[in-house]
């Protein structure tokens, strides 16, 4: 049961990393941005690629394949989502799931359609007194956390945050303190597509790589969106962890409904607070 526990820590911790950036560009654009997890697997191929083919070792292959998804978070969203800011959902469904397709496309070309494992780069545990667990995993829930708080340090204390934040409250009003909220828009763009493209290296090492791994994560990173509420980054965290928990905990008696439990909590919490897209 701890074993299970601190598992869905992993989960959580991975769930937030990647839903982070939907909640911010679902919140603020209110683009339905199916394109997000493909920077989700690019990082995670972009890992690989540093690794196998260029010898890099996995932290700084790692750093690359962040920096390297975060300039192709910045393209879709120069070429893409800014010409579709006020349009109807059903644009930028169409044209983000369009994005994600061409993306997937091209991952199969480069590296092929077979999965890609990658070893764990730590290879050690951590006597915990009743378990041992991967010291790797442990970092990984201690990264998620350092994001965190790193976010909340930006939010509160730079002058970016505070009007992405504010933007999320009002972004007409915004606007009418002449502030151009689409360049803010970009930034939290580009970070959402970096943490998410953080998320597919960490992943990497816990499970194949493969083209349509992002689809998957997608649909589970919709949920926690919805289940935490569009644009509450505490929110986001916590529904993450508790939904990690949930896969986690459900699967090791019922796996054939781990995800399921996922939907469920998420169609609950929605029958209680509806949104208001």
Do not use: Q
């Not at 191929?45 to 390297?68: E, T």
């Not at 764990?120 to 545990?125: A, H």
């Amino acid at each position: 049961m701890m074993y299970a526990i601190m598992y869905g820590l992993t989960i959580g911790a991975i769930l937030y990393l990647i839903s982070i950036g939907l909640s911010l560009t679902f919140g603020t654009m209110r683009v339905v941005n199916f394109a997000h997890t493909i920077t989700y697997t690019v990082g995670a191929y972009i890992l690989i690629a540093s690794v196998r083919a260029l010898g890099i070792p996995f932290w700084w292959g790692g750093l690359l394949a962040v920096l390297v998804a975060a300039l192709a978070g910045y393209c879709i969203e120069r070429l893409v989502i800014r010409r579709l800011y006020g349009e109807s959902l059903d644009y930028t469904f169409i044209a983000t799931y369009a994005v994600f397709l061409i993306g997937v496309d091209i991952v199969k070309w480069i590296w092929g359609v077979y999965p890609k494992p990658i070893s764990d780069p730590i290879g050690r545990v951590a006597d915990l007194g009743l378990m041992v667990f991967p010291i790797y995993r442990i970092l990984v829930i201690f990264l998620a956390l350092l994001v965190f708080f790193g976010l909340e340090l930006f939010i509160k204390k730079t002058m970016v945050g505070k009007i992405i934040v504010a933007a999320l409250d009002y972004k007409e009003g915004v606007r009418c303190l002449g502030i151009g909220v689409e360049k803010y828009f970009a930034i939290a763009f580009v970070v959402g597509s970096l943490l998410a493209a953080l998320g597919g290296v960490l992943y990497a090492p816990i499970t194949a790589v493969h083209p349509y791994m992002g689809l998957h994560v997608l649909l589970l990173c919709f949920a926690v969106v919805l289940t935490g509420g569009m644009g509450n980054l505490r929110g986001t965290f916590s529904a993450a962890f508790v939904l990690g928990m949930l896969i986690s905990i459900v699967g090791r008696y019922w796996p054939a409904g781990s995800e399921i439990v996922v939907f469920m909590a998420m169609a609950a919490v929605l029958f209680l607070r509806p949104i208001d897209i």
